[in-house]
Every structure is written in C-alpha cells, then in structure tokens.
C-alpha cells in the first residue's frame, strides 16, 4: 500500500492553490471543476509520491483542521530560507535529537512540519 492523496481543507481554493503552488512550490497536477460544487484541485510537493488535495465538496473537514502534515527535507535552513523569500511565515529552526525541523501554516491555519533527518553517524 501506498499513500498517495491527502485532503487538505481550505475556505477559498483559488487562494490555497495560489498559497501552495507559488509560495510554497508544489506542482499544479490538476484542477478539474467536476459539477456544480465539485472542484478538485491536486498538487504535488517537488519529488513527493504523495499528493495533497483541495477544492470545493472535498472534504468534510472544517477549513484548518488539517494539523501536523510532514515532509521530509534536505536541509531545513535551505527550505527556511526559500519559504521566507516567497513570502511565507515560517518558526526558527526548531533543532530535536531526531531532526531538525520548521513550521508554518497555510492561510486557513492547516499546519505544516519540514523535518531534515538527523545525521547518521
């Protein structure tokens, strides 16, 4: 078995796709109107098999009740600075035993964790 779609609930679709795909960099895989309601909308984090997706009549979850989505990165300072310079707030570098890590959230307040894995040594 493999994940591949995780819904993401948002207020305004046109806004969350705007939010992920141009400052945060994921791919625009599809934005589909199905019917009257229906919007499918799929991105793609860059080099993830597991997609999120958002739109309208997707999910029954209210809007920023989606808390603690992870992905892992190579280098938290590399996408810290990257999130920053596209215009996102993102925490400090958040440095744990298991990795090192930073927070932000989309703008209806569904969190996000990028986690770079510890050294191996």
Not at 4 to 25: G, H, N
Not at 52 to 77: R, Y
Request: hydrophobic share 40%; aromatic share 8%; charged share 25%.
């Amino acid at each position: 078995m493999k994940l591949e779609l995780i819904p993401v609930p948002v207020t305004d679709a046109d806004r969350a796709k705007a939010f992920y795909v141009d400052q945060v960099s994921f791919v625009a895989d599809h934005d589909i109107p199905v019917s009257d309601g229906l919007r499918f909308i799929q991105l793609t984090p860059p080099g993830s098999a597991c997609s999120i997706v958002l739109g309208e009549g997707i999910s029954e979850m209210a809007p920023g009740s989606q808390k603690g989505l992870q992905m892992v990165v190579d280098s938290a300072q590399e996408a810290h600075d990257e999130l920053k310079q596209r215009g996102v707030e993102v925490s400090d570098l958040d440095v744990q035993e298991w990795g090192t890590f930073v927070y932000f959230s989309d703008p209806d307040g569904n969190t996000w964790a990028l986690q770079q894995m510890p050294d191996k040594n």
